[in-house]
């Protein structure tokens, strides 16, 4: 799904076209269509790729207002187990019926699912963050190269391990990159 979730938002991405401003200054100010799988993200939810592809843009120098127009939609995502508005009822399924389950986010561990592994949302929405600024500056989309996640986190949930009567091995409790308890 984490797949899916990048090639969308960097669809979004591709989208995006330079939109002269007459303003006081006369700067560029530039419109970014994201088309997020899922429903929008609450702007509270700061681990949402939006919301981290926003964080990484203002870190590049775009300031959402003033020289950037962001234009988000969701596919209200649509329904599938592996998108965020299930992941509460898939939880507390998993765990009614006593079944170890893992997802590709990192928030289904940390909300009471027992394993998530894959990619990491914040390194994506930087490296799709540096796509978007190379588009804005003159870039062909089609001259950019694909690129593929080259660094995958594991969280396992030991609170949710142990409702579950499982004994995780050590040896993966040591590769893990957070360990709930």
Do not use: C
């Not at 790729?49 to 962001?70: D, F, H, K, M, S």
């Not at 998530?116 to 062909?140: E, F």
């Not at 949930?157 to 709930?180: C, F, H, Q, Y």
């Amino acid at each position: 799904m984490h797949r899916r979730a990048f090639l969308s938002t960097m669809a979004g991405g591709l989208l995006a076209a330079p939109l002269a401003a007459e303003a006081q200054q006369s700067r560029k100010v530039y419109r970014l269509g994201v088309l997020n799988v899922a429903a929008l993200p609450a702007s509270s939810d700061r681990s949402a790729l939006p919301v981290l592809l926003a964080t990484a843009l203002r870190e590049l120098g775009y300031a959402e207002g003033q020289n950037l127009l962001i234009e988000r939609r969701g596919s209200a995502v649509l329904s599938s187990p592996l998108l965020p508005r299930d992941r509460p009822r898939i939880i507390a399924l998993a765990g009614k019926h006593r079944l170890p389950s893992i997802s590709n986010w990192r928030e289904y561990a940390e909300q009471g699912g027992l394993m998530a592994y894959g990619s990491n949302q914040s390194r994506l929405s930087h490296r799709l963050a540096i796509y978007v600024d190379r588009i804005l500056k003159g870039a062909s989309p089609a001259g950019l190269p694909v690129e593929q996640p080259t660094a995958y986190e594991l969280v396992i949930n030991l609170k949710t391990a142990k409702a579950l009567g499982l004994t995780i091995p050590d040896s993966l409790l040591r590769r893990a990159d957070e360990v709930i308890q």
